[in-house]
């Protein structure tokens, strides 16, 4: 399913790219080359934007999107949006991993437990244990934990939330859509620390979420397997977690689970002492929360 729709996928903007830049000015090259490698950037950016991008003006922009033969920005994103196609929904995910797996038990145990295990051996190179003591370093520092995530990834940042206020560390979860997420965006602040789950995809509430962490100054660590996305590009820690979900095939939340509480309990080994004064203070509200009982 998935491999079919790739195959019926016409790359237009590429087919004029080969063909027309090389007869363009130095200028227009550019453009047009940012243009080629940066189509999801693209997607949301205006022709000013695209020209601070690339040192150049939006007058240039705009010639240069009419040199490879489209009527202007809106008509080159027309294109874009017909070759990234729709996104493969979760029924469809699971239907390609079903469809692939032998009709027993053994087989389903073995697609999640070597997904895990991919996942553990990534976590663990000396690459991503530097991103993540870089990360946790970030994290002691913070005024206040902002968590982004959608659909699966918005309940693992409620999880989240709550963990990091066990330990210390107020925090906030960025799991909406539309108004609601921007109720959540106004609460940042200047000194918080931001977590973003986000893969290759840049739709408008994550672009619109790293921009308002950009404006406020504040560190982005991205948790991804997507290392050339439009996020990890302008994220200050990338932590790559193999998530599986090639080739069309249903992704495991659960390694991104993994990296999460490696963070958390990093940090409260390295803040010891909040956290213990944390948690004594919870479970003294919690029992004072307990019904006095009956003589």
């Keep these: 399913m998935a491999g079919n729709r790739i195959k019926q996928r016409v790359d237009l903007l590429g087919d004029r790219y080969r063909a027309r830049a090389p007869g363009l000015s130095a200028s227009l090259q550019t453009v047009a080359r940012y243009i080629h490698e940066n189509r999801e950037e693209v997607l949301d950016a205006t022709a000013m934007e695209i020209a601070e991008a690339t040192q150049t003006s939006d007058a240039t922009v705009v010639r240069t999107v009419q040199a490879l033969g489209f009527a202007g920005l809106r008509d080159l994103k027309t294109t874009l949006t017909a070759w990234f196609g729709p996104a493969m929904n979760s029924e469809e995910k699971m239907s390609v991993t079903i469809s692939e797996l032998s009709c027993d038990i053994n087989s389903g145990i073995d697609f999640v437990l070597g997904g895990h295990q991919r996942a553990c051996e990534a976590l663990a190179e000396p690459q991503n244990r530097l991103a993540v003591a870089r990360a946790v370093a970030l994290l002691i520092e913070a005024r206040q934990v902002a968590l982004f995530g959608i659909n699966a990834s918005g309940i693992l940042a409620d999880y989240s939330a709550r ?36 893969q290759k995809s840049a739709h408008r509430e994550g672009m619109t979420t790293l921009k308002e962490a950009k404006r406020l100054g504040m560190p982005v660590i991205l948790l991804t397997n997507a290392l050339d996305s439009a996020f990890a590009r302008q994220a200050d820690v990338v932590i790559n977690v193999p998530r599986g979900g090639e080739n069309g095939r249903m992704p495991l939340h659960g390694t991104v689970l993994v990296c999460l509480e490696m963070l958390i309990l990093s940090v409260a080994s390295a803040t010891a002492a909040r956290t213990v004064k944390t948690m004594k203070r919870i479970q003294d509200l919690n029992r004072a929360l307990k019904p006095v009982a009956k003589k």
């Design 163 to 198: 963990l990091f206020t066990r330990i210390g560390i107020p925090a906030v979860t960025l799991n909406r859509a539309g108004i609601a997420l921007a109720e959540q965006l106004i609460t940042l602040q200047r000194g918080d620390v931001l977590i973003m789950m986000a």
